[in-house]
């Protein structure tokens, strides 16, 4: 499975991706926007409690924001390989911009089909959430990421604030 939820044993495994990552925008990729934790185990451990949280149905969405889903994309062996953020509704921005779905692969795990996976796998949590159909962006200039949407049967709608924009009906 190539998704899995976030959990607090991960803190080395985290470090070492988030260098990785360095100076690259995140932003609406899984990893809660720009909101990055402290770098100790504390503010690891914080962030994830945070994730939890935003994905607990019970608990009211923070300002500004919908409730979402957060997940780990792993590989075959379990290592951490990128983030994904599974949206449960659209609002303003998100329906411009962001859309229900967004993800990120660490560079020098990328061109491995773990972003397909992760997707086709995320597909299938939106059916079960209720969602028919999920609204995927990634910006204009980045082919691999439309490539990855369309092999997962999205149609563009059209280009909107830099952003294509994609509709994905789930299984």
């Not at 994730?51 to 957060?70: F, H, I």
């Not at 660490?106 to 491995?112: F, G, L, N, S, V």
């Amino acid at each position: 499975m190539p998704l899995t939820t976030p959990s607090t044993e991960r803190y080395d495994e985290f470090c070492a991706l988030v260098t990785e990552f360095d100076g690259a925008s995140l932003e609406g990729s899984g990893f809660f926007g720009d909101n990055q934790p402290v770098l100790t185990e504390e503010g690891y451990r914080a962030w994830v409690s945070t994730l939890t949280e935003e994905a607990d149905p019970s608990t009211p969405p923070l300002p500004g924001r919908v409730k979402c889903s957060y997940f780990w994309i792993t590989d075959d062996d379990g290592a951490w390989v990128g983030f994904l953020a599974l949206r449960r509704s659209l609002n303003d921005y998100l329906r411009e911009q962001g859309g229900h779905i967004g993800y990120s692969v660490r560079p020098t795990r990328r061109r491995e089909g773990h972003a397909g996976a992760a997707l086709r796998e995320a597909l299938v949590e939106a059916a079960a959430l209720g969602l028919d159909r999920v609204l995927i962006t990634c910006d204009d200039d980045n082919v691999a990421s439309a490539r990855t949407i369309e092999s997962c049967g999205g149609v563009q709608e059209d280009t909107r604030h830099g952003k294509r924009r994609y509709w994905v009906a789930t299984p």
